[in-house]
T-cell receptor, first 114, second 111 residues
Framework: KAGVTQTPRYLIKTRGQQVTLSCSPISGHRSVSWYQQTPGQGLQFLFEYFSETQRNKGNFPGRFSGRQFSNSRSEMNVSTLELGDSALYLC?????????????FGPGTRLTVL | GNSVTQMEGPVTLSEEAFLTINCTYTATGYPSLFWYVQYPGEGLQLLLKATKADDKGSNKGFEATYRKETTSFHLEKGSVQVSDSAVYFCALRSTGNQFYFGTGTSLTVIP
């Protein structure tokens, strides 16, 4: 079974631009979560989508948004990029049909904002 | 609320040394607990997990026991190898199905 895939793996943008990141979960997984990882802040939860609905949301400004499609693929969008948005963005999927199960992570998208 | 606190790093050990990385949590209800590992340039991988009090998770020589009385889930390994060098994250899954991660502990094992 294929793992979680994220595209692109690397991105370089300039301040003020916007960016869209994509995540394809493991087949059959309906929950997709997004995290921002930075050296100073560790792993911070952005939001979780389940069956095309945002189920949980972290403490990030409205510039960060996401959506999930009917095939469970998810996109994350960041508008009006700031230098502080430079980070590794990780996507994770999990199955709702197994109790107390883990999240499976993709390799991440490394975003650099210049 | 829910949160995870883990030992600050970085940690540097010699090969075959004993490893402990402390992790404590705050949670309502009965969370599941996890340890994830992140190797350089990769995403996080599940190392082990425990779903209820007194459960012991184990994998690749690593162990952690879910201690409800001390709200802890410390990671241990009796003899580390150079290949164990990575960043280790403690996490909990709340009863509301949300994950909370610690800040990560970087481990470097030197030959």
């Amino acid at each position: 079974k294929a793992g979680v895939t994220q595209t692109p793996r690397y991105l370089i943008k300039t301040r003020g631009q916007q960016v869209t990141l994509s995540c394809s979960p493991i087949s059959g997984h309906r929950s997709v979560s997004w995290y921002q990882q930075t050296p100073g802040q560790g792993l911070q939860f952005l939001f979780e989508y389940f069956s095309e609905t945002q189920r949980n949301k972290g403490n990030f400004p409205g510039r960060f948004s996401g959506r999930q499609f009917s095939n469970s693929r998810s996109e994350m969008n960041v508008s009006t990029l700031e230098l502080g948005d430079s980070a590794l963005y990780l996507c994770a999927s999990s199955s709702p049909f197994r109790g107390d199960n883990e999240q499976f992570f993709g390799p991440g998208t490394r975003l650099t904002v210049l | 609320g829910n949160s995870v606190t883990q030992m600050e790093g970085p940690v540097t050990l010699s090969e075959e040394a004993f490893l402990t990385i402390n992790c404590t949590y705050t949670a309502t209800g009965y969370p599941s607990l996890f340890w994830y590992v992140q190797y350089p340039g990769e995403g996080l991988q599940l190392l082990l997990k425990a779903t209820k009090a007194d459960d012991k998770g184990s994998n690749k020589g690593f162990e952690a026991t879910y201690r409800k009385e001390t709200t802890s889930f410390h990671l241990e390994k009796g003899s580390v190898q150079v290949s164990d060098s990575a960043v280790y994250f403690c996490a909990l899954r709340s009863t509301g199905n949300q994950f909370y991660f610690g800040t990560g502990t970087s481990l470097t094992v030197i030959p």
